[in-house]
């Protein structure tokens, strides 16, 4: 056993999104969100689910700041719901729903909780789809600015930290896959929606400096997998790197370079993003953090093709345990794209845990996952690698979206009936590193 220590100051935390915990999708005057409507849709969601209710975070808000505290958090990262504060997406606000996450902020600062808000978690008003295609038009840049402006002059008296975007990865997936909405498959589509999210960033970071200087801290959280090749076959090294560069370093090499990857960007075609004249000055903008959001690996063959390894541990997810993949995603981060410093916005492993005769939720894989992978993290920051804190995912089981409550990645169970909350023991173990700034590693 070893004793792993964290830097003096190291931010211990946890996350979540407004749409998988909050409910009330209509409640005092929230408008519809593109996921709102997309549950509606026959299919679309594992069971039937929806997240109407989901952990009715609207109205438990303090009980599950109550269990923050309880925990010895020291930040929170939540998002906020762009259709509960701004109903059609521009025009007018919503003076209900900002007045919630005012409360939110409030009770996390009386609980000595730092808030980090995430402006967009996925939740876009349908009234932008409806009306001028959501991501895929251009006019949707400053209006997510505006969106960002407001949000800043509300709640930037008391609030630092912002992340502009979660995962941008996602939102041009969900025009690959067709597993989010608005549920059609159009690579070009894809790359388009890739860049208008990267030019709303950088747009919306203006937005934030002209309100808060200095004293705002700005990010944005991509999700990164390092993809490895299957053999050591040319043919194999060159799939995985050319998916590394369509998928992950789209986002990086922008952020961080002002440029997209050559390899990808030849490889589109047809598919690339209409560029303009200053666009990528513009998403380059300076940031003081990245933010990531790290869980697994993708192993490719010269096909492209994701391949699942025999005799390896998975989640319930799905999603491949290995710790090493965390390492390199951030060593190659910080090496190569100049950004960083680093918040880990998002780690953590879904199991479908279930409460005992006696109570209590004993959740020994999530806490093995959480060592191991925090263990890997601090060899990171003693190889150089500079990150500021962790979020484990998630505070609370949640809606997975299209998987519905199917699976759990909280670190409290939530009985989705009688929403009753219970602590897991994986959260008693972490509570306890954060307690200790640290933990004993085998």
């Known amino acids: 056993m070893s004793t792993l220590r964290f830097p003096e100051g190291f931010l211990w935390g946890a996350a979540t999104s407004a749409h998988q915990i909050e409910g009330g999708h209509d409640a005092d005057g929230k408008g519809p969100s593109t996921w709102d409507v997309f549950e509606t849709e026959a299919g679309r969601i594992r069971n039937g689910d929806t997240a109407q209710v989901a952990c009715d975070h609207y109205h438990r808000y303090a009980e599950d700041v109550g269990l ?17 504060v701004q109903p059609y ?5 919503n003076e209900a729903g900002l007045d919630f996450y005012d409360r939110l902020v409030d009770a996390l600062l009386d609980a000595g909780i730092t808030p980090f808000v995430t402006l967009y978690h996925w939740d876009l008003p349908q009234p932008l789809q409806a009306e001028i295609g959501g991501w895929e038009s251009r006019e949707i840049v400053s209006l997510f600015a505006d969106y960002a402006e407001l949000c800043a002059e509300r709640l930037g008296d008391r609030v630092t930290h ?4 979660n995962e941008p990865g996602a939102t041009m997936e969900a025009y690959l896959e067709g597993t989010m909405p608005p549920g059609i498959v159009d690579e070009k589509k894809a ?5 208008n999210v990267l030019l709303s960033h950088g747009l919306a970071t203006q937005a934030l400096r002209a309100i808060g200087g200095e004293r705002f ?13 299957a053999t050591d076959d040319p043919a194999d090294i060159e799939a995985a790197e050319l998916l590394w560069e369509k998928r992950w370093a789209w986002f990086l090499e922008p952020l961080g370079l002002k440029r997209y990857p050559a390899k990808a960007w030849e490889a589109l075609g047809d598919s690339r993003p209409k560029v303009l004249d200053g666009d990528l000055e513009l998403i380059g903008q300076p940031l003081d953090f990245l933010g ?11 096909d492209g093709e994701v391949e699942r390894l025999p005799d390896r541990p998975y989640t319930d997810f799905g999603w491949e345990v290995v710790p090493e993949a965390f390492y390199d995603a951030l060593a190659r981060v910080h090496a190569n794209y100049k950004l960083g410093p680093f918040y880990i916005t998002e780690n953590g492993a879904a199991y479908n845990d279930v409460l005992d005769a006696d109570g209590r939720v004993r959740d020994p894989k999530r806490q093995a996952y959480f060592a191991q992978y925090l263990a890997t993290l601090h060899r990171a920051i003693t190889d150089g690698v500079p990150v500021k804190g962790y979020f484990a995912w998630s505070l609370l089981d949640n809606f997975e979206w299209a998987y519905g409550y199917s699976v759990r990645f909280g670190l409290i169970h939530v009985d989705y009936e009688t929403q009753a909350r219970t602590i897991k023991e994986s959260a008693r173990w972490y509570a306890q590193v954060i307690a200790d700034n640290g933990f004993e590693s085998e």
């Open 68 to 84: 923050m505290r309880k925990l010895g958090l020291r930040a929170y990262r939540f998002s906020i719901a762009w259709p509960r």
């Open 191 to 195: 790359y388009q929606v890739a860049h």
């Open 89 to 93: 997406g521009c025009g007018p606000v």
């Open 292 to 302: 990531v959001n790290h869980y697994s690996r993708v192993v490719v063959g010269r």
């Open 217 to 229: 801290q700005i990010g944005i959280a991509p999700d990164i997998w390092p993809v490895y090749p």
């Open 162 to 165: 912002w992340i502009t975007h």
